[in-house]
């Protein structure tokens, strides 16, 4: 049997967790579902983010950024601040009191269970994404209450699709609703980053 089936990645299991760092004159931060332990002795952490992102250029630049892991009350407002905007278009941390760790990264406030601050010791160019391997400065434990999956949020968080009919796309990697009689040919997902030939059209 060697049918190659892409939804066959849906299954491997993903945290949700929005990387924040600064440009040097002000704060960024995005979602990210690509954050994993590599190695323990020492402990080292692999984050993959696409180059599309303004984080990207960002942590390539400084070289540290900081995880704050998400947990299951987190709203899905918060998503749409840090994951359907661009950081380069807009100051995602307008109007809030931030706070920084000791690496000058942003410390979300709320809707965190803990938070571990990277250093980049390796960097990969993986094609539509930069893999960076990095060593942990710091690292806490906020509370206890559950983190956030990427299965949790598809689930209870996403809002539901409207009982009305729309016209438009759906893209098959995130859920990204594109509304409109056409797609674009060279539309790229707000969200996930992927292309429109991830798209169909919405039932």
Do not use: W
Request: hydrophobic letters at 35%; glycine letters at 8%.
């Amino acid at each position: 049997m060697s049918q190659y089936d892409p939804t066959a990645l849906f299954k491997l299991g993903y945290g949700l967790y929005v990387i924040t760092s600064n440009d040097g004159s002000r704060d960024n931060g995005m979602i990210c579902n690509t954050v994993s332990q590599v190695a323990s002795s020492p402990d080292r952490l692999a984050v993959a983010i696409n180059k599309a992102n303004y984080t990207h250029d960002i942590v390539k630049k400084t070289g540290f950024m900081n995880v704050n892991c998400l947990t299951e009350d987190a709203p899905f407002d918060l998503f749409k601040q840090f994951g359907f905007q661009s950081g380069r278009d807009v100051n995602k941390f307008e109007g809030e009191q931030v706070f920084h760790t000791g690496n000058g990264a942003a410390l979300l406030t709320k809707f965190i269970n803990a938070f571990i601050s990277l250093k980049v010791t390796d960097y990969i160019d993986m094609g539509s994404h930069g893999l960076y391997i990095c060593e942990l400065t710091d690292a806490s434990v906020l509370n206890n209450k559950p983190s956030m999956t990427y299965a949790y949020y598809h689930a209870n968080v996403k809002p539901k699709p409207q009982a009305a009919k729309k016209k438009g796309f759906v893209c098959k990697i995130c859920g990204y609703i594109y509304e409109g009689d056409t797609l674009p040919e060279d539309f790229i997902c707000p969200l996930c980053k992927h292309p429109a030939s991830d798209f169909e059209p919405l039932e």
